[in-house]
């Protein structure tokens, strides 16, 4: 009798065991499949708003990044350019796009980002940033290139403004150990 009774608690064991492997599989599919739709729905919403901030400020022969997310990888590119120019405005307008479709409070560009792309494109995105109620720091020198009505907004938003002689901080990091502090 207590081999039978072994035998039985053995089948029992090997049966639970059956049944949790094929719930953990199940489960298992079924968190590959929201995840899958997850992505899908990041990526669209971001592509659109992409698309969208693409057409408010380019011609309609520029052609708007796409991003592609998959569970382990992700591709951002733009098709037929791979201009320096064209890279920092795809990343300027993801950033957006992201900013513009998520909770994100706050963004922030420096003006290195800018320097490559067309003045003309820049100041377009300067009404871009207007758009939201979230807070946006942009940094931009030489502002006039960009256009008298982005120079003017950007002079009359603008917290901080530094040049030569409004420094940020309180040493001149600019200069050498060697130079003589004005």
Known sequence: AVPLRDAQADKAGYERETELAEAAKKAKEELAGEKKKILQDVES??????????????????????????????????????????????LVVFDLAVFRSTHLPVIAHDSVLFKNIQNETVA???????????????ALDEIQKYGGRAAQILQERSVVRLSNEAVLYTKDWRRSAGQKQS
Do not use: C, H, M, W
């Open 45 to 90: 919403r971001v592509n659109s708003a992409i698309r969208k901030i693409v057409s408010e400020v380019a011609d309609e022969q520029r052609k708007a990044p796409v991003l592609s997310l998959e569970e382990s990888r992700y591709t951002f590119e733009v098709f037929e350019d791979s201009g320096t120019g064209t890279a920092y405005f795809g």
């Open 124 to 138: 377009k995105l300067i009404d871009v940033y207007l758009q939201s109620e979230k807070q946006s720091f942009v």
